[in-house]
């Protein structure tokens, strides 16, 4: 059951798939609706009204967020379209590489393990689980904290409060990118009226003209404060909560790294420190006892 040589997979997940199918379900519904009540698409396709709605979020997002933000969002934005990176067998490679790094700590010292913690990139041990070694901060964590407890200088309970420090700065880097997002979308509406405002000042100067010119003027003002709405509740909204809960499976996998490093900090064995990172993963992704014999089997024969 090894994993080390776990391809991340390209495809679409389930999640991916449930966002995907979500839009279009909004889409579908507010449009079928629409066109149900006789409503004519074509009112609907203004480009004015979306080029100043969009382009004032897009503007607040700028203003608002330093570079490495606005990175980030992207990054996020597009991470959603594919696999949950934090998934069972994830936990599986992971739960192997702390098994085989406390085993080997377990052998030589702590000391044995220096070379592979000043690098990790050139271990012989990080390199057999690449998926592992593509979680940055989850490699950094392990690594910095081995570096830590190798300085054979610090107590249990400075040991927590580190890894919590760690962590709490790594769930507020985190929580930018969502909290970002959900904030142009609340300003969806705003936005919207907006446009509104600026179609009705329009359609003041054309007061006199045709009727049907006028009614078509007061519509397509219309449509800015509806597409202000629909941005805000059906697309940036739950886009930013997609990526809050992706971020939170981030938080889960490394609190797994925290709970095995404590439980080894304070003496624990290996198959136990491992054992206790186990009982750490959520019900759905967690590995059985056996499977995690299996999983330090193979981590011993690698």
């Not at 609706?33 to 382009?55: D, N, R």
């Not at 300085?151 to 709490?168: P, R, S």
Request: aromatic residues 6%; hydrophobic residues 50%; negative net charge.
């Amino acid at each position: 059951m090894a994993t080390a040589n776990r391809p991340l997979t390209p495809c679409l997940d389930l999640s991916a798939v449930f966002l995907i199918i979500g839009l279009v379900v909004v889409i579908a519904s507010v449009i079928g609706g629409y066109m149900m009540h006789h409503g004519k698409v074509g009112v609907l396709w203004q480009p004015t009204e979306f080029i100043i709605i969009l382009g004032a979020g897009i503007g607040s997002m700028i203003m608002a967020n330093p570079p490495a933000v606005l990175k980030a969002i992207a990054a996020g934005v597009m991470g959603l379209l594919k696999p949950n990176p934090f998934d069972k067998k994830a936990y599986g490679e992971l739960l192997q590489v702390l098994f085989q790094i406390f085993n080997k700590a377990r052998k030589d010292g702590l000391v044995g393990l220096e070379s592979h913690i000043e690098d990790p990139e050139k271990s012989d041990i990080f390199s057999k689980y690449p998926g592992f070694m593509h979680h940055h901060h989850a490699v950094s964590l392990l690594a910095d904290t081995l570096k830590v407890l190798l300085t054979g200088t610090i107590e249990d309970h400075n040991l927590a409060e580190i890894l919590d420090l760690d962590l709490d700065q790594h769930h507020h880097e985190s929580a930018l990118v969502p909290n970002a997002i959900a904030g142009v979308g609340d300003a969806m509406p705003a936005f919207g009226i907006v446009a509104a405002v600026l179609g009705v000042i329009i359609t003041m100067g054309a007061i006199g003209g045709p009727p049907a010119e006028i009614g078509a003027k007061v519509a397509a003002a219309l449509v800015g404060t509806f597409v202000g709405i629909l941005l805000c509740y059906g697309f940036f909204g739950p886009v930013a909560k997609a990526i809050e809960m992706r971020n939170s499976s981030e938080h889960a996998y490394l609190m797994c790294v925290k709970t095995a490093l404590l439980s080894f900090a304070r003496g624990d064995a290996p198959m136990t420190a491992v054992e206790f990172a186990r009982r750490n993963i959520e019900p759905g992704d967690r590995p059985t006892f056996a499977e995690l014999e299996e999983l330090a089997k193979a981590a011993k024969a690698a």
